[in-house]
């Protein structure tokens, strides 16, 4: 292939590869493009025109409402996304480090149990955590969704640091314990400096899957503890008045950039901790 | 600085499970040097963290000094380890490695600095205090991972196979290093290991270990000259002993071992004459060294005629392999001997130093060639098997 490469010119398979990419490229971006151009759209440009033509005039108009209408439910998804990714996060490192390093009898199947939790469709749990909130007096409340959230994360966190901490030598923590160090010494000073990488997946798996969350938002909170993706619903499906699709294109993009921008943040940390475990020999 | 006594010391990982350590007995005095060696799985390790504190024993008794240890925690024995992968912390300076036990302890600042200063002086390491574990080289590591144990000047050092990471002339070097270091230093240390040259030389007590048991322990002279069985005299000295099975005559009221290498027999009488062994199979021992060749002088040793079927020339030695009752024995002979394959050659061996060995059980029969003193009763274990 190197012979390819240095030969003058562009050869046809290179042009061929080329144009497959881009298009591919371009089907992605052209939900995209759509959103932001409609989002930018008067309501009269939107039903004139077709969905790829450019603004006749470009109008903040559909942001402006979009927020005035989202915006309480935009900070109730950061009170529950943030709470809930901070403690999942850091129960998660907890049990992974148990589960790895303090190995107790039956900790195997108690992994494996938790594991389970990671096959568990929502659905499934609905019912009895609705009971159980209720039960608690946190029925329709953000920190109601939170604790749900916590819970129902705390699968995937586990998994995540037990695996990336079973590739620390056993050594480090025997060291550190004939150095008089104790459980959460070693945990705060050798450990968790060792974690950026997990660290980061986990935040970033987190944060996407419980700001996303349409399911428990729907049925575990009502009106003004909402998330955004539930308001993001109401906003969209109402049948009253005249469809703005100007504003609902505007709402989904503002529902839409905390995870893009925690990608776009932190997603180097992202690949490079997802194989972190798998470079170490 | 302390004594180190373990006293019937078992240890299993669950009911019908085979014991990890059976009823391991040795005791060092403060200041010796005490090797653990063995085959990978003897139990050596397991020996070593149990001693540390790491892993939890389910008889008998550690005792450091005069205090019972078998139920303290690592942090409170007052020991330090140093580990086969070095176990340094990958996030810290190492600096912040040396200190990290002594900042957990409360040591004053100030004396901290001052011990930091001491080991990094004593190791060579001043120049790399604040670099990390990462950027530097397995030789280094393996001086900072000392470091650490040194500073806290602990009452045992345990350490745990420390060079077999390194590559073969570093490891030679660093094992220089730690004798010396060990007689400047003068603490109690135990050492585990896989090489028996390590056993030997740095050694001033060794144990060796298999499935669990403490086969010999003693001085490495001892257990080089002495072997309480055939799996010690095949575990340390390299080349290794030769062992040749055969069954033991008595001619002329002598018991004789009949060595028969084809070309001409040799009838090999032996030092000791204990009733009972004529007609028992037995294994025979001979060192390569103890094999010479002959001088044209008779001088009363009986001659064993050999053709030589390999020829190794190392350099200080030649190994030549020869034939004997079926069995190919090595010889170490002087470098300037260089016989070609099939040649013949007559060799000597001083048969009040050959060995011999029970062929059923591995054990030492009679203690042949040696003075009582020299041999100190072996802690014989049983054997079971090569």
């Known amino acids: 292939m190197t012979s390819l490469a240095t030969k003058p010119g562009i050869s046809l398979s290179r042009i061929a590869i080329y144009t497959v990419l881009i298009l591919a490229v371009l089907l992605y971006l052209v939900p995209l493009v759509v959103m932001l151009l409609t989002s930018f759209k008067t309501p009269e440009d939107i039903s004139t025109g077709n969905l790829l033509s450019w603004p006749t005039v470009v109008s903040g108009i559909g942001w402006v409402k979009a927020w005035a209408t989202v915006n309480g439910y935009f900070w109730n998804s950061i009170k529950i996304t943030v709470p809930a990714v901070l403690i999942s996060t850091a129960i998660g490192a907890l049990n992974g480090y148990v589960l790895s390093m303090w190995r107790f009898r039956g900790s195997q199947l108690f992994f494996g149990l938790l594991l389970f939790g990671c096959f568990l469709p929502f659905q499934t749990v609905l019912l009895p955590a609705s009971f159980t909130l209720g039960k608690m007096g946190l029925a329709s409340t953000t920190t109601g969704l939170v604790f749900v959230h916590v819970v129902y994360g705390l699968a995937f966190t586990t998994l995540f640091f037990r695996n990336y901490y079973v590739s620390i030598p056993d050594a480090l923590v025997k060291a550190a314990r004939l150095d008089g160090a104790g459980f959460f010494t070693i945990f705060r000073m050798i450990i968790l400096p060792m974690s950026t990488p997990i660290i980061m997946v986990c935040l970033i798996w987190q944060f996407t899957q419980i700001w996303n969350d349409f399911l428990f938002g729907v049925v575990f909170s009502s009106g003004d503890s909402q998330p955004i993706t539930v308001a993001l619903n109401n906003l969209v499906n109402t049948s009253t008045g005249a469809k703005e699709y100007n504003v609902d294109m505007a709402a989904a993009m503002i529902a839409g950039l905390p995870t893009l921008l925690v990608y776009v943040v932190a997603g180097k940390y992202f690949v490079r901790g997802l194989t972190a475990g798998a470079v170490k020999g | ?386």
């Open chain 2, 1 to 386: 600085m302390a004594t180190l006594e373990l006293r019937n010391v078992n240890k299993t990982y669950g009911v019908g499970l085979p014991d990890t350590l059976k009823n391991i007995e040795l005791s060092i005095k403060d200041g010796e040097f005490l090797i653990l060696v063995g085959p990978s799985g003897c139990g050596k390790s397991t020996l070593m963290n149990c001693i540390a504190g790491l892993e939890t024993i389910t008889g008998g008794a550690i005792m450091i000094g005069d205090q019972d240890v078998s139920g303290m925690s690592p942090k409170d024995r007052d020991i330090a380890m140093v580990f086969q992968s070095y176990a340094l912390y990958p996030t810290m300076s190492v600096r912040e490695n040396i200190e990290f036990g002594l900042k957990i302890r409360k040591m004053p600042q100030s004396a901290i600095d001052e011990e930091v200063a001491r080991v990094a002086k004593l190791l060579q390491i001043e120049h790399l205090l604040n670099r990390k574990p990462g950027q530097l080289s397995g030789g280094q590591q393996q001086r900072v991972a000392m470091g650490r144990a040194l500073a806290r000047r602990p009452k045992i050092y345990l350490f745990d196979e420390p060079l077999s990471n390194l590559d073969a002339k570093l490891r030679v070097e660093m094992r220089t290093e730690m004798k010396l270091m060990h007689q400047r230093l003068k603490t109690t240390t135990v050492y585990v290991t896989h090489d028996q040259i390590e056993a030997m030389t740095l050694g001033d007590k060794v144990a060796v270990m298999k499935d669990g048991i403490i086969q010999q322990f003693g001085t490495p002279k001892e257990i080089y000259t002495n072997p309480a069985n055939l799996f010690v005299a095949s575990f340390i000295g390299s080349p290794p002993m030769n062992f040749i099975p055969l069954r033991l005559q008595r001619k002329d009221g002598r018991l004789v071992a009949l060595l028969d290498s084809g070309q001409a027999r040799c009838e090999l009488p032996l030092g000791m004459q204990d009733a009972g062994l004529e007609d028992r199979e037995v294994i025979l021992g001979m060192r390569p060294e103890q094999i010479v060749l002959a001088g044209s002088e008779p001088n009363g040793l009986p001659t064993i005629r050999a053709e030589v079927q390999v020829t190794e020339p190392t350099g200080p030695d030649t190994l030549v392999f020869v034939s004997l009752n079926d069995t190919k024995v090595c010889c170490r002979l002087a470098p300037d001997v260089a016989p070609q394959a099939g040649e013949t050659m007559t060799l000597q061996c001083d048969p009040q130093k050959v060995l011999l060995f029970d062929a059923q059980t591995g054990e030492r029969l009679g203690m042949a060639g040696q003075t009582q003193a020299e041999g100190r009763a072996p802690n014989v274990a049983q054997f079971k098997g090569r």
